[in-house]
């Protein structure tokens, strides 16, 4: 008996087998009955043995129609498995790959080292950068606009994602240039427990305590100043003398625009800048960009070592 039975020959007598009428399994494939029932005779001759009784009182199965029903079930779903799978791969490859930030991910060259480690793997793949407001910690993680995002850590639900850090920060504070302490050098954190600060958005509770060092502060709750969702709004706060603020060695740039200057701090911890993406989100696209940007930050440590 010849193997070289085509997907379309199952598929023929998987409906017929079905609705065990050749008039009504034409009508579901779209085919004319005498091209079925011709389909169906040479599947017969290729198999060696009748499929089918067909007399007056209808069409019924015969003990090998009946033995090779649940096999092309079988081959016809794994082929339609397979089917998805290339069809998905396609669309990925050719896919465009969002990437949400809240903050600008350059440092150093970092966001174009990420994506030309990534086209190595996706050469025709799309990376669109997308800028989303301080509302949103999660840099459109938690309502699925970003497909990855750069994001300070803690991250506010922490157990649905998964990260990798990508730089490890000294935080500094920022002040106007005529605060009494601009003059300073440096500045022990304890120094600052009665300054109002400029606290992010209660949002995402986790980093704004993170910002407001709650850590650092032995219980003394901070006193707010104002709320700021953006880096210029920050910069009018600090300019307009609401308030001063934590902020990343890389972010600096943003801020010091005139009116404004960063000292370093002691007494609170490094700011860890990550990037993220959903745990249960395993397209390729998702994690070879996860892969390239641990292989970036990897090799970007290991220079520093050196």
Known sequence: MTT??????????????????????????YVSQPALSKQIRALERQLG???????????????VGTALLPHARAVLAAWDEAEGA??????????TLVVGMSTSPGRGGLLPAIRS?????????????????????TAGLADGSSDVAFVWLPLAGAERFRWVVVATEPRLVALPEDH??????????????????????????????????????????????????????????????LGICL?????????????????PVEGVSESR??????????????????????????SASSQVAL
Do not use: C, K, M
Request: hydrophobic share 45%.
């Open 117 to 137: 480690r990534f086209t190595e793997a996706h050469p025709r793949a799309r990376t669109r950068l997308r800028q989303i407001g301080w509302e949103d910690p």
């Open 180 to 241: 009494p302490l601009a003059a300073r050098e440096r500045i022990a954190f304890a120094e600052l427990l009665d300054e109002p600060f400029l606290a992010l958005p209660d949002t995402g509770p986790e980093l704004r305590d993170y910002w407001l060092a709650l850590d650092a502060r032995d219980g003394r709750p901070p006193v707010v100043g104002a709320e700021i969702a953006s880096a210029d709004e920050t910069y009018e706060a600090l300019v307009g003398g």
């Open 247 to 263: 902020v990343a060695t890389g972010n600096a740039p943003l801020l010091t625009r005139g009116g404004v200057v960063t000292r």
């Open 49 to 63: 043995a009748p499929l089918f009784d067909r007399d007056r009182h209808g069409v019924r199965l015969t003990d």
């Open 273 to 298: 800048l990550a990037l993220a993406w959903r745990a249960d989100d395993t397209r390729p696209l998702v994690r070879d960009y996860a892969r390239a940007a641990a292989a970036v930050a990897s």
């Open 86 to 95: 290339v069809r998905a791969a396609r669309e990925e490859a050719r896919g």
């Open 4 to 29: 070289d039975v085509h997907g379309r020959d199952l598929r023929y007598f998987l409906a017929v087998a079905e609705e065990l009428h050749f008039t009504r399994a034409a009508e579901r494939l």
